[in-house]
């Protein structure tokens, strides 16, 4: 990262007032030169004013649009303001911002970087159809995009220049789409795809839902966003 870069670390953000000040607070102190901007999915909480208390930016959306359409806000703003880099991580503590000067360092001689949980870092498993349908993405789309990847729902990545620009007005809205058509539309656009190994923490609040009927639906799922992402123009 050159010294006259500007970098922005995206926070998508729904009900996370639990975390938020934490995770708003550590990313300063493991990476002090990027901005944050927390784009807040018509919480019912206090993450808004959480965040700007802890010293984030913050837009706040009318409407709940998904972890989707608040990502494309956070690249929108990106543009508009003139950020270099941008991170995108998610709000609920379990990303590492340790990993964000590798992941940068990685854009060296990549557009778009993902940070990977099995890629020999960490002891973050999955087990049942939830592990299936990973791996039946990461296979797929470690040969679209010419390079082993084995993390391909992964949310914390980073990209620069002009995918920054495109993903402002083509970050797809769709459940999984945010992951996996985001992998095969820089792709096709011709960017460069890499990813490097990361480890995942346990949430730092808020409840995830997991059950063996949403595994299930998550395997039903990921078949149908891959189709979806592989047809569409």
Known sequence: MATDERLLTILPAWNEAESIDAVIKEIHREFPGTDILVVDDCSR???ASVARSAGAKVVRLPYNLGVGGARRLGYRYAVEHGYDIAVQMDADGQHDPRYIRDMVAALADADLVIGARFAGEGEYRVRGPRQWAMKLLSMALSSIAGTRLTDTTSGFRACRGELISFY????????????VDTIVQAKRSGYVIKQIPVSMRPRQGGTPSASPAKAMVY??????ALLLALVRR
């Not at 402002?168 to 992951?179: A, I, K, R, W």
């Not at 395997?219 to 149908?224: A, E, I, T, V």
């Open 45 to 47: 909480d206090a993450t």
């Open 168 to 179: 402002s007005t083509n970050f797809p809205v769709e459940y999984l789409g945010d992951t």
């Open 219 to 224: 395997l039903f799922r990921s078949g149908l």
